[in-house]
């Protein structure tokens, strides 16, 4: 009997401890058991979960700017038209148009989501971080990167679920046979600073060659090899052998550029004389083409896409406006182009589903 009351009694005090833990989660909506065990409560860390401020009042999470007033400057800077000074430019220029009036001053306020805005007479589109997508996709061979093709061949557009109805974009081409990284967007502004030559973005290839190159061809390569129909050589590369088939007289090159020439490596090797068997695209700018098999895509961090935003401020590329740099110069605007910044928020949406995630 002793023995059943001691167990009785362990019991009893099991259940009345249980209950006093328990009674401290049930002073809470329950699925704010969620929040609490994840310490995001501020009863357990002094920061407010983010889950309950979007309950209690969503206009704390969510992205307002499109409902509010901005300078015009920094909504031009925005839909990635030029950087802040350069939209100033733009403004002083006379060539900014809000619902069918010309500005000439800096400071005025618009509603992005309202209000007609052109640049030479196009529509600005600000981007809304609800609606833009980035996607890193691995294209397979025999895939072209187009939006459409009349020969009805597969184009990366079919790898990639909604990208037509998305609008998304391919940043540069690959060549049909080439295969690898490959960066998509429906924030068109961005699309033309990271394919311009001038901002020096990095495109990293394995390549496959017949033969076994040696030092003087490989020096060639590293310091500027001059192409055939082209005046002026290729930059300076990085080349090195990765590895070699002295038997089927093969070679595996790591080759790194910071141009953007129509088929560019496949010209240089066949400058030094060594046909292309097969190039892949490793790396475009911080954007690496690990984990990702053939045809597989997936949505770049929101913490990539500024880093790929980021390295546009590396040099100044001329803007492209609907105005060339012959006519800018004539009407005497010397402002300087300054760096551009990265664009509105990319991560307060839905994801993209993924039809190849487990």
């Given at each position: 009997m ?8 362990a019991?009893?005090?099991?259940i009345?401890?249980?209950f ?11 699925h704010?058991l969620?929040a609490?065990?994840n310490?995001e409560?501020?009863?357990?860390n002094?920061?407010e979960?983010?889950k309950?401020n979007f ?7 969510l992205d307002t700017?499109l409902?509010?007033?901005e ?13 802040r000074?350069g ?6 220029d006379?060539?900014v148009t809000?619902?069918g009036?010309?500005v000439t001053e ?6 992005p989501?309202?209000?007609?805005i052109?640049v030479?007479?196009?529509k600005?589109?600000v981007p ?7 996607i890193?996709?691995n294209k ?5 990167t187009t939006?459409?093709d ?5 184009t990366?557009?079919?790898?990639v679920?909604?990208?037509?109805e998305l609008?998304?974009l391919?940043?540069?081409?690959m060549?049909?046979?080439?295969t690898?990284?490959?960066?998509m967007?429906?924030e ?5 600073p990271?394919?311009?030559p001038s901002?020096q ?7 496959v060659?017949s033969?076994i ?6 020096n060639?390569?590293?310091n500027?090899v001059?192409l055939v129909?082209d005046?002026?050589?290729c930059?300076?590369s990085?080349v090195k052998v990765?590895?070699?088939?002295s038997r089927?007289?093969l070679a595996l090159?790591?080759?790194e550029i910071?141009?953007?020439k129509?088929?560019?490596?496949q010209?240089m ?8 068997i097969s190039i ?8 690496q083409l690990k984990g990702l098999r053939k ?7 929101k ?6 935003k980021l390295s546009?401020?590396k040099?100044d590329?001329p ?10 110069s004539k009407r005497?605007?010397?402002?300087k182009?300054?760096?551009?910044r990265p664009g509105?928020?990319y991560a ?6 993924n039809?190849?995630?487990p």
């Amino acid at each position: 009997m002793k023995v059943i009351r001691l167990a009785v009694l362990a019991i009893l005090f099991q259940i009345v401890r249980t209950f006093t833990i328990f009674r401290e989660y049930v002073k809470f909506p329950f699925h704010s058991l969620f929040a609490i065990r994840n310490g995001e409560h501020s009863r357990y860390n002094q920061k407010e979960s983010p889950k309950f401020n979007f309950e209690n009042n969503p206009s704390e999470v969510l992205d307002t700017s499109l409902t509010e007033e901005e300078r015009l400057q920094k909504i031009i800077a925005r839909a990635g038209l030029a950087s802040r000074r350069g939209a100033e430019s733009l403004i002083l220029d006379g060539r900014v148009t809000v619902n069918g009036n010309i500005v000439t001053e800096l400071g005025v306020k618009v509603r992005p989501n309202k209000d007609v805005i052109l640049v030479d007479g196009k529509k600005v589109t600000v981007p809304d971080s609800e609606n833009t997508y980035w996607i890193a996709l691995n294209k397979p061979k025999a895939v072209l990167t187009t939006m459409e093709d009349d020969k009805g061949r597969d184009t990366i557009l079919d790898l990639v679920p909604k990208a037509r109805e998305l609008r998304l974009l391919p940043i540069g081409r690959m060549e049909r046979d080439a295969t690898g990284i490959i960066i998509m967007t429906n924030e068109i502004g961005w699309i033309h600073p990271l394919t311009h030559p001038s901002f020096q973005h990095i495109r990293r290839y394995e390549v496959v060659v017949s033969g076994i190159p040696t030092e003087e061809s490989l020096n060639i390569l590293r310091n500027g090899v001059k192409l055939v129909d082209d005046d002026r050589p290729c930059s300076p590369s990085k080349v090195k052998v990765m590895d070699v088939d002295s038997r089927a007289g093969l070679a595996l090159i790591d080759i790194e550029i910071e141009e953007c020439k129509p088929s560019q490596v496949q010209r240089m090797l066949q400058a030094v004389e060594h046909e292309v068997i097969s190039i892949k695209r490793t790396q475009f700018g911080p954007i690496q083409l690990k984990g990702l098999r053939k045809a597989q895509w997936r949505e770049l961090s929101k913490d990539e896409v500024d880093k790929l935003k980021l390295s546009c401020t590396k040099q100044d590329a001329p803007m492209k406006v609907g105005i060339t740099g012959e006519e800018r110069s004539k009407r005497g605007s010397s402002r300087k182009r300054q760096p551009r910044r990265p664009g509105a928020g990319y991560a307060a949406r839905q994801p993209l589903v993924n039809k190849q995630d487990p």
